[in-house]
């Protein structure tokens, strides 16, 4: 199995707050993705990164912000959370074949 | 960007053979062939991943015609836990832009298999 975590697993938090949910990678991938997902839903890439200091906006338009200051690390921030940003969050990295993903970030915002 | 398309559900019984058929008509010449599976509350799993003719592992098998129009995903002998929703992508392994065809992962086939 490949070693890619996220934390928290779940998290609920109030309108108006700031957030990071963490993405870490073990196995050198200089790949790194940040997808979203609504239960029963598609999944829709909002991030992704080539490798340190790169990043890219995917094909679904998000409020967060990522970094990659470090090769196994993908953070995500949400300055001001919202409602609508309920949902849940998938990491991934690859090589060059598959895509291998984390067990997600189930994120309320009330 | 090649557009996949693959069936919205499919019902099986343990112990059968599923085939799951995903249509690429505008694949490209550098465009990879991959499957996907996922559980509810989990990220997709790699499964299987082709480029020509057919491609085995210990879970499936993956058969791709001559014109590689489209790809066949094979399951043996499904069980309970085989429920799941499986994707079809294809895309350019080199190029991991955000509009590559390997990025986007569409509705998928959700597989129910029944006692």
């Known amino acids: 199995e490949a070693d890619i975590y996220q934390t928290p697993r779940y998290l609920v938090i109030g309108t108006g707050k700031k957030i990071t949910l963490e993405c870490s990678q073990t196995m050198g991938h200089d790949k790194m993705y940040w997808y979203q997902q609504d239960p029963g839903m598609e999944l829709h890439l909002i991030h992704y990164s080539y490798g340190v200091n790169s990043t890219e906006k995917g094909d679904l338009s998000s409020e967060s912000t990522v970094s990659r200051i470090r090769t196994e690390h993908f953070p995500l921030t949400l300055e001001s959370a919202r409602p609508s940003h309920t949902s849940q969050y998938l990491c991934?990295?690859?090589?060059?074949?598959?895509?291998?993903f984390g067990p997600g970030t189930r994120l309320l915002v009330l | 960007l090649a557009k996949t398309t693959q069936p919205i559900s499919m019902d099986s019984y343990e112990g059968q053979e599923v085939n799951i058929t995903c249509s690429h008509n505008?694949?490209?010449?550098?465009?990879?062939i991959t499957w996907y599976q996922q559980f509810p509350s989990q990220g997709p799993r790699f499964i299987i991943q082709?480029?020509?003719t057919k491609v085995t592992n210990e879970v499936a098998s993956l058969f791709i015609p001559a014109d590689r129009k489209s790809s066949t995903l094979s399951l043996p002998r499904v069980s309970l836990s085989d429920t799941a929703v499986y994707y079809c992508l294809v895309g350019d392994l080199s190029n991991y832009g955000g509009s590559q065809g390997n990025l986007i992962f569409g509705k998928g086939t959700k597989l129910s298999v029944k006692p």
């Open positions: 082709g480029y020509k």
């Open positions: 505008n694949i490209a010449t550098n465009d990879y």
């Open positions: 991934a990295s690859s090589a060059s074949a598959g895509q291998y």
